[in-house]
């Protein structure tokens, strides 16, 4: 069992920057892909980032250049969502999930530990 907590979400500016930290509970995080998901009402879950456990990372097209995601090295139980330059339609709930293995091409619903979110507003 692995318990997942969001930290670091908050009311940002246009073109401001957030660090998101993803901390795990129970396990360490490096037999898992972690994805980082953003979800606003009435919208279908948004994967916006993924590591996977062999270290591939994805970025939804929407957040490349501008968001970054990475393991801490010297703790395996803590991933982070590094945003920058961020955009009023980046406001959302923010989760973080795990699923076993090199995953991260896996659709939301098979990630099978989640967070509770965190909230990120971009609003000037």
């Known amino acids: 069992q692995v318990q997942l907590v969001e930290s670091g979400g908050g009311l940002v500016q246009p073109g401001g920057s957030l660090r998101l930290s993803c901390a795990a509970s129970?396990?360490?995080?490096?037999?898992?892909?972690i994805g980082w998901f953003r979800q606003v009402p009435e919208k279908e879950r948004e994967k916006v980032s993924c590591?996977?456990?062999?270290?591939?990372?994805?970025y939804a097209d929407s957040v490349k250049g501008r968001f970054t995601i990475s393991r801490d090295n010297a703790k395996d139980t803590v991933v982070y969502l590094q945003m920058s330059s961020l955009k009023p339609e980046d406001t959302a709930v923010y989760y973080c999930?795990?699923?076993?293995?090199?995953?991260?091409?896996?659709?939301?619903?098979?990630?099978?530990?989640w967070g509770r979110g965190t909230q990120v507003t971009v609003s000037s």
């Open positions: 999930a795990a699923i076993a293995g090199e995953r991260c091409a896996s659709p939301a619903y098979q990630f099978d530990y």
């Open positions: 129970g396990r360490t995080l490096d037999y898992y892909s």
């Open positions: 590591i996977g456990e062999g270290g591939g990372i994805t």
